[in-house]
């Protein structure tokens, strides 16, 4: 293969799909690290929800997601490392085995994000949360009962993500029908574990937290909701989300018309 043209083809593709090659690489090692670190919530609502006997809250889609992305990264390595050694060689079982499998991967990315864009967060994720929330009890301590789980669960996870119910503190007097301990209490010791400014709090400040409001736009403790802090962070972000799918979909495009096009200038 000669010319000017044909080696830039082939060099920004052999570029493009080397520094793919080591970020999958890299989200592959993060992927190894969530699974082996599972935050010990979703342990805690998993135990929960293998000891009811009735309706269970349902931790599949957020166990199951360092999984997807092992695969995902796993699949991005293999496929991008068909991309340099085809480029590099200029072979052209491997420039077409790569065109294949990058086609097939830009068709379900499409698909998926067509599929996902139309997916209901309310209902996989908040009603789920709400219905966990409904099964607190602040008085059970046998590790035996599964509803043990769900308390511990929703303390630690308000005590890691720092925030309070669903939507907010309030949820705790709206969704939940327990009695409390101490009596006034209305709220978890998950959400007043941890102060705004960074500090863990006293014995009698977490008493004090638990009687007030369940303001949201409390200043010293944290009230927002896990959901609605979650879904905000999401927002927020969504045109760097957005930006970056876009990047990713015009290089896919691009290193398939390379693709494409090195193995017609092959020999």
């Known amino acids: 293969m000669e010319g000017c043209m044909s080696s830039l083809v082939k060099y920004l593709l052999f570029t493009t799909n080397f520094l793919i090659f080591i970020l ?58 068909f991309g340099c050694c085809g480029a590099f060689k200029e072979s052209k079982c491997m420039l077409g085995t790569y065109f294949t499998l990058i086609l097939a991967l830009f068709i379900v990315m499409v698909v998926g994000a067509v599929l996902g864009y139309s997916g209901d967060l309310d209902k996989s994720i908040k009603e789920p949360l709400k219905n966990a929330m409904s099964k607190y009890r602040d008085d059970v301590t046998d590790t035996n009962d599964a509803l043990y789980y769900y308390k511990e669960a929703w303390n630690t996870v308000q005590t890691e993500m720092k925030c309070c119910g669903v939507d907010d503190a309030r949820d705790w007097g709206i969704i939940t029908e327990i009695t409390w301990s101490p009596d006034t209490a209305n709220k978890p010791l998950g959400c007043c574990m941890v102060k705004q400014d960074g500090s863990d709090t006293t014995q009698q400040e977490q008493t004090s937290c638990r009687t007030l409001e369940g303001n949201p736009d409390n200043s010293v403790y944290y009230f927002r909701g896990c959901y609605t802090m979650i879904k905000d962070k999401i927002d927020d972000h ?30």
């Open 238 to 267: 969504q045109n760097i989300v957005v930006g970056v799918a876009i990047g990713v979909v015009v290089v896919m495009f691009l290193n398939m018309m390379f693709s494409f096009a090195m193995c017609t200038m092959v020999k």
């Open 24 to 81: 999958g690489t890299a989200v592959f090692g993060l992927g190894i690290w969530v699974v082996v670190d599972e935050p010990s919530f979703l342990d805690l609502f998993d135990k929960a929800s293998e000891q009811l006997d009735n309706e269970s809250f349902n931790v599949e889609i957020y166990t199951s997601a360092a999984y997807i992305l092992l695969v995902v990264s796993a699949l991005v390595v293999i496929i991008s490392f």
